[in-house]
């Protein structure tokens, strides 16, 4: 059976979607000319800030290209759904977003975002533009913890991103920029569960089979296997399951400071978003840890996909400042 | 054998008419342990490069064919394919650098160029479960054929069968690269979906060079 949508057609679905971004937003964004897939901050880059680029597949919205504004990203790269972008939008967004110290790539950690942007980076070094990379791996359920580098980049890239823009935007050097966004990425954890999944515009289809009965643990922000299928529980059940994985991990100790972010896979209502909410503060409540600030909705998503990813940044002094500092994009302000 | 340019438009042509064909089970195959684009993105960059190829005028030498399909693809496709196909044809092109035509020992030289632009832009080795499980002993048999003075397309033919037992062997292996590489054994079983679609360009290589021989 065909997967129902509001599309004109899959192959124009991506640049559709960008046109009517840019029609609703104006004030916040713009295209660089004939780059419809690279997406810049009206009143971000400046002289003297490191540029923050960011970007990925498409599909995930508001992820990438709503967390571009002033006080966050500077530039979006958008690719094909799921896909990476090619080094050429990567790169207009750099040029465009250069103001002399520095340029700033982030994206969640996947082996095709890794050799575009390294093309593009590659590519920029010939125009003397100095480009750095920092990956997000805050996917908890993706590889176990000796080797947090390889794993992927997923809703957790909401308050690494915030970080490390409010960063830039605070004037930061380039050392301290980059400094804080590997802080920033070490101390995020983010875990999910998938219950149903999503179909590309492009084939209609669903992009994996799992039971009516059935949620996937750890399973990724594009349907790639997690860690384990299992019978589906309750929301206490399933927030519980996540929640200890993480605190496993994240080792706070009793009046530590949290950042929470409860975020849809796509088709989850706030309904069970806040649900899972109360027994993430009942269980942080029981550790001890405080919430500092929360957010619960459609932060990365994965087109029409059911499920939900719970996101713990472990604060210390500097991510609550940054996290706290003012940012203006067309999906997201503070 | 001479191949021309209208010949190298031709094969772009039958490589992106093979792989449109096989675009909703490359999918599937994705769909098993990576997030089920991989139909979607090699049918783009194909058609991609096959278009951007087929504009050039005849007296377009081979590099610059070669490098159009590369950019084509690339723009087309972003993705994990897009870089390692773009790079497969750059390496294309350095190899029929400064030729007009290409001989049947220059597309041989191609070929086995395209084999290492991938496996160096995706440091893999051969046993990680990926498109190198293909390509690297289709270009070890078409070079040794080759060597012990095979006309090209028999050359091209043990390459197909090379890289089909290698595509096969992919279903045995845990995977150290790319998105299935998180999978641990679970990816076992399942054919790499980078690895299939390498045996199709490379049996429609083969099909050209046969074709262009007889």
């Known amino acids: 059976m065909k997967t129902k949508k509001l599309i004109n057609s899959g192959a124009d679905a991506v640049d559709e979607m960008l046109q009517g971004i840019l029609a609703a937003h104006p004030r916040h964004l713009y295209a660089v000319e004939d780059m419809p897939r690279a997406i810049i901050a009206r009143n971000g880059p400046r002289k003297g800030k490191v540029g923050l680029v960011i970007g990925g597949g498409s599909g995930h919205e508001p992820t990438f290209l709503g967390f571009v504004g002033k006080g966050l990203a500077d530039a979006a790269a958008i690719g094909n759904v799921f896909a990476s972008p090619p080094p050429d939008p990567i790169i207009a967004c750099a040029k465009a977003v250069d103001g002399g110290a520095g340029v700033l790539f982030m994206y969640g950690n996947y ?31 993706s590889v176990p913890a000796d080797q947090r580098d390889r794993r992927r980049g997923v809703a957790g890239n909401v308050f690494i991103f915030k970080a490390a823009g409010a960063a830039c935007d605070l004037l930061y050097s380039f050392d301290d920029v980059e400094r804080a966004a590997r802080h920033a990425n070490a101390r995020t954890y983010t875990m999910g569960v998938a219950l149903s999944p999503c179909s590309l515009p492009q084939t209609l289809r669903p992009n994996f089979l799992i039971g009516e009965d059935e949620m996937e643990i750890g399973m990724g922000i594009h349907g790639e296997p997690g860690m384990a299928r299992e019978p589906l529980r309750s929301a206490d059940a399933v927030t519980d399951e996540l929640m200890d994985s ?5 080792k706070a100790a009793p009046g530590d400071r949290v950042a929470v972010l409860v975020n849809s896979l796509g088709s989850t209502p706030l309904m069970e978003l806040y649900i899972m909410m109360r027994r993430v503060k009942s269980r942080l409540d029981d550790a001890g840890l405080v919430i500092h600030t929360s957010l619960v909705g459609n932060y990365c998503t994965s087109l029409e996909m059911a499920g939900a990813s719970i996101t713990v940044m472990h604060l210390d002094d500097e991510l609550q400042r940054l996290i706290d500092h003012p940012c203006d ?6 | 054998m001479t191949i021309t340019t209208k010949d190298l438009q031709q094969l772009f042509a039958g490589i992106a008419e093979d792989i449109a064909a096989e675009r909703d089970h490359l ?11 991989h139909g979607l993105a ?14 050039l005028d005849m007296e377009t030498p081979p590099t610059l064919l070669f490098n159009v399909a590369a950019k084509a693809f690339l723009n087309a496709v972003g993705a994990s394919s897009g870089p390692l196909y773009a790079t497969a044809f750059m390496r294309a092109a350095a190899a029929a650098k400064d030729r007009q035509t290409l001989t049947d020992d220059d597309f041989v030289r191609v070929f086995a160029a ?6 160096e832009r995706g440091k893999a080795e051969a046993g990680e479960k990926t498109m190198v499980d293909a390509w690297k002993p289709a270009a070890d048999a078409a070079l040794d054929a080759w060597g012990t003075g095979k006309p090209l397309p028999e050359c091209l033919d043990m390459a197909v069968h090379a890289a089909r037992v290698g595509c096969d062997a992919t279903k045995d292996m845990t995977a150290a690269k790319g998105r299935a ?34």
């Open chain 2, 42 to 55: 090699m049918d783009g960059g194909c058609q991609a490069a096959a278009k951007a190829v087929g504009e």
């Open chain 1, 111 to 141: 082996a095709g975002d890794v050799m575009n942007f390294d093309m593009a980076a590659e590519m920029l070094a010939l125009d003397e533009i100095e480009v750095r990379t920092v990956l997000t791996t805050d996917d908890v359920a």
């Open chain 1, 246 to 250: 993480m605190l496993r991990e994240m």
């Open chain 1, 329 to 334: 994009c067309a999906m997201f302000a503070r």
């Open chain 2, 27 to 37: 999918c599937e195959l994705d769909g098993a342990i990576g997030d089920g684009d």
């Open chain 2, 181 to 214: 590489s998180r999978l641990g054994d679970r990816a076992i079983g399942h054919i790499d979906p980078g690895a299939a679609s390498a045996v199709i360009i490379i049996a429609a290589m083969a099909k050209f060079a046969r074709r262009h021989d007889g």
């Open chain 2, 114 to 119: 395209m084999a290492t632009g991938i496996q």
